[in-house]
Structure formats: structure tokens, C-alpha cells
């Protein structure tokens, strides 16, 4: 079983920064792959980027050269570093984990957090 916290998610305007970051436990085994998703209201949810515990990582094309992915193991906790923020980056973000390396598949999710950009 593994519980997620997210947090980091606010009102920014355009072209403004935000990170946010999930803490994870585990009760189990160690969490390999760790991502964010987004949902946008009317959209499918959508990757945005992944990483895995060795480090190897994957970003959506929309965000690339704006967000990074990183990871803190020692404190199992993932961060999303955005940058030049744009309308179109509103959404809910969900923070998943995973047991295994398949870094678009994930059983555990968690709350979500609001990210708006708006002027």
C-alpha cells in the first residue's frame, strides 16, 4: 500500500513558477516509478512527466523546456518544477507511484492539487 501527499499548488500568473511535491510511503516494497498526471476540466487526464528511482525520466512534449522531474529518495518524495507557466498548464495535478518501472503505468494516486494560472 502506498499513500501519497501532494502539495506545492496555488494561483500564478503567466509566465510565474510553481513546484510542487509528493511524499510518498510505502508499507511494502520500494516505489519504482513516480510521475504527475493533470486533468484539465472537459480533457482526459495526461501525463506530464515521470521519473524513475534510477532516475530516468520522461516529460510531456507540451511541457519540455518548462517543467522538470525530480526525485528525492532518500525521502521518497517527487517534485515538479514549473516554469513559464501558461493558461493552458491549468489543471488539477495528481501525483502516482508505482512497485514497478513502467513509467506510464501506476496503481497508487493521490488527491490531487489545483493549479491555476491566470492573470
Known amino acids: 500500500q502506498v499513500t501519497l501527499v501532494e502539495s506545492g499548488g496555488g494561483l500564478v500568473q503567466p509566465g510565474g513558477s510553481l513546484r510542487l511535491s509528493c511524499a510518498a510511503s510505502?508499507?511494502?516494497?520500494?516505489?519504482?516509478?513516480m510521475g504527475w498526471y493533470r486533468q484539465a476540466p472537459g480533457k482526459q487526464r495526461e501525463l506530464v512527466a515521470a521519473i524513475s528511482s534510477g532516475g530516468r525520466t520522461k516529460l510531456a512534449d507540451a511541457v519540455k523546456g518548462r517543467f522538470d522531474i525530480s526525485r528525492d529518495g532518500a525521502k521518497n518524495t517527487v517534485y515538479l518544477e514549473m516554469n513559464s507557466l501558461k493558461h493552458e498548464d491549468t489543471a488539477v495535478y495528481y501525483c502516482?507511484?508505482?512497485?514497478?518501472?513502467?513509467?506510464?503505468?501506476?496503481?497508487?494516486w493521490g488527491q490531487g492539487t489545483q493549479v491555476t494560472v491566470s492573470s
Open positions: 502516482c507511484a508505482s512497485y514497478y518501472y513502467d513509467l506510464d503505468d501506476y496503481d497508487y
Open positions: 510505502t508499507t511494502r516494497f520500494a516505489i519504482n516509478a
